[in-house]
């Protein structure tokens, strides 16, 4: 069964160092999103992606976060400059064209920013 | 906001009964969606409930949806050990650059003990 792909499942780093978290959405579909989950809090929407370029961002993605989708099947969620808030699970998602509103999610990857 | 907010928070049972989370919202949906989560992994979707519908059954899941009281349940009948995992509403609205943008609530977390 098709499935979302995330790495690293787990990813130590330095505060102010930069990190790239990488996914491979599921091939038919063409919308990619990432949603974090801060320990014990609950899951919130990052930002959208369709057609090569943010379509919705939220609050949280500031100039610090940014996305691309270099070779047509990688997403990458790019930190630029990690702060010990950034720590938490990253999960990638993507959706069909035509849908009901269904995503699928990867495992996750566990940012921990010391 | 869209804020998906279950209670109870903590649910503990024996296996064989059955569990019910509940799940209350703010502004109107396109539709409910439930989504387990089994501690450290990712979200895996267990079934969607449009807005005009009012029950929906899935193997050992039902889910209601009140859309006057903004209200939604999901139960999960003969409850087994492998059920334990936190389970989340998410509402669902679209996004104007296309895709759906889910809004999860804080989650109810389920042990199910033999």
């Known amino acids: 069964e098709p499935e979302v792909t995330q790495t690293p499942s787990h990813q130590v780093t330095q505060m102010g160092q930069e990190v790239i978290l990488r996914c491979v959405p599921i091939?038919?579909?063409?919308?990619f999103y990432w949603y974090r989950q801060i320990l014990g809090q609950k899951v919130e929407f990052l930002v959208s992606f369709y057609n090569n370029e943010i379509s919705e961002k939220s609050e949280i993605f500031d100039d610090q976060f940014s996305v691309e989708r270099p070779d047509g099947s990688n997403f990458t969620l790019k930190i630029r400059s990690t702060k010990l808030e950034d720590s938490a699970m990253y999960f990638c998602?993507?959706?069909?064209?035509?849908?009901?509103?269904?995503?699928?999610f990867g495992e996750g990857s566990r940012l921990t920013v010391l | 906001s869209q804020q998906g907010e279950e209670d109870p928070q903590a649910l503990s049972i024996q296996e064989g009964e059955n569990a019910t989370m509940n799940c209350s919202y703010k502004t109107s949906i396109n539709n409910l969606q439930w989504y387990r989560q089994n501690s450290g992994r990712g979200l895996v979707h267990l079934i969607l409930?449009?807005?005009?519908?009012r029950e929906k059954h899935s193997g050992r899941l039902r889910v209601t949806l009140d859309t006057s009281k903004k209200s939604s349940s999901l139960l999960i009948t003969a409850s087994r050990a492998a059920d334990t995992a936190s389970y989340f509403c998410a509402t669902v609205g679209r996004l104007t650059g296309g895709g759906n943008k889910l809004t999860f609530g804080t989650g109810t977390q389920l042990k199910v003990e033999l």
């Open positions: 091939s038919n579909h063409l919308y």
């Open positions: 998602a993507s959706s069909e064209l035509e849908n009901t509103g269904e995503l699928f």
């Open positions: 409930i449009r807005s005009n519908e």
